[in-house]
Every structure is written in C-alpha cells, then in structure tokens.
C-alpha cells in the first residue's frame, strides 16, 4: 500500500512537469508616453502608464524541463505535491481530531499553509491543470492514508478508481492548454 502512495504522487508530480516549461517573469512596467491609451471599459477608470506593473509569464527556456519560479528556483509542480502533502495532512487531521482535539492544529495549519502555497503554483500553471492534479492527488493519496491509517477497506474498486482519476490527470496534462 505504501508502494501505491508513493508510485502515485511520483506519477502525478511527473505528470505535472509534461506541460511547456514557464518561468515567472520580473515585473515591467508599460514605457511611459505623453498619450494615454484608451479606457478598456468605457465606464471604467483610463489606463496609464503609471499603473502597477503586471506579471508577465515568460517560457524558461527553449528545451522542455521543470517550471521554476523565478524567485525561488523551486519547480512549480514540487510546489504543487508539497500542497498536495499539506492538503492530506490537514484532511487526515480532521479525521484525528475526532480523538484528539490537538489534531485540529493540523487542520488548520495544513490547510492554511496549502492555500497560501497553491496561488504560487498558478503563477506558473494554468488552473485547471493544477486544480484537477491537486483535488485528483489528494483524493487518491487520502484513500491510501486513510486505508492504512484508520483500516478503511481499499477494494479492487477503489484501486480502479484511483487509476482512473490519475488517468484523467495524465489526460489533461497530455491536451495541453
């Protein structure tokens, strides 16, 4: 069992970097001029040049390889299995804190540094792609947790299951964006 938990984030984190490589660019600002461009919206505040530079995402490098963001050189799909870990270690916890109210430090500190984490991961990784390796990795790593940890039954549907949910991954990481 242990086996399949880590086979199973190995492949989902190796599924996250098949994706084109992207780097988080320094911010720019627009070169100022004399003539304002026109309002996107015509009932919205004018665009200027002195308005806070944006984000830019930029590919890394011609090669495929790990997206890494530009300021701490860690790759964007570390990141996102180390929100994935957060996430189970605070649903687990929930589970825990049923016996042991301590637990519930856990719950929160899991949760609350996964969803400070995952915004630095769509920096560099379109949404939908990393919301569905992180809901799908969590949901199959908290049934094998949850098979070993509290002996809840991990039937050869169940096993199927979790197949299929890093299949779907695989598939949406494969289409591209």
Request: a positive charge; aromatic letters at 6%; hydrophobic letters at 55%.
């Given at each position: 069992m242990a086996r399949l938990a880590v086979l199973t984030l190995a492949i989902i984190t190796r599924a996250a970097a098949l994706t084109p490589s992207l780097m988080l660019a320094k911010p720019t600002r627009a070169p100022s001029c004399s003539r304002r461009p026109p309002p996107?919206?015509?009932?919205?505040?004018?665009?200027?040049?002195?308005?806070?530079?944006?984000?830019?995402?930029?590919?890394?490098?011609?090669?495929?390889?790990?997206?890494?963001?530009?300021?701490?050189?860690?790759p964007a799909?570390?990141?996102l299995a180390?929100?994935?870990?957060?996430?189970v270690l605070a649903t687990t916890s929930m589970k825990l804190a049923e016996k042991q109210p301590l637990f519930y430090l856990g719950v929160f500190g899991?949760?609350?540094?996964?969803?400070?984490?995952?915004?630095?991961?769509?920096?560099?990784?379109?949404?939908g792609v990393a919301y569905a390796i992180w809901s799908g990795a969590?949901?199959?790593?908290?049934?094998?947790?949850?098979?070993?940890?509290?002996?809840?039954?991990?039937t050869a549907r169940k096993v199927v299951s979790i197949g299929l949910i890093?299949?779907?991954?695989?598939?949406?990481?494969?289409?591209g964006h």
């Open positions: 996107l919206d015509p009932g919205g505040p004018p665009m200027h040049a002195s308005a806070p530079p944006a984000l830019a995402i930029r590919p890394a490098r011609a090669a495929a390889g790990p997206r890494m963001l530009a300021l701490s050189g860690v799909s570390g990141l180390v929100t994935i870990l957060l996430e899991g949760y609350a540094a996964c969803f400070t984490i995952f915004p630095l991961v769509l920096r560099v990784m379109p949404l969590g949901t199959a790593l908290t049934s094998v947790v949850s098979a070993f940890l509290f002996k809840d039954l991990l890093i299949a779907g991954v695989v598939g949406l990481n494969l289409s």
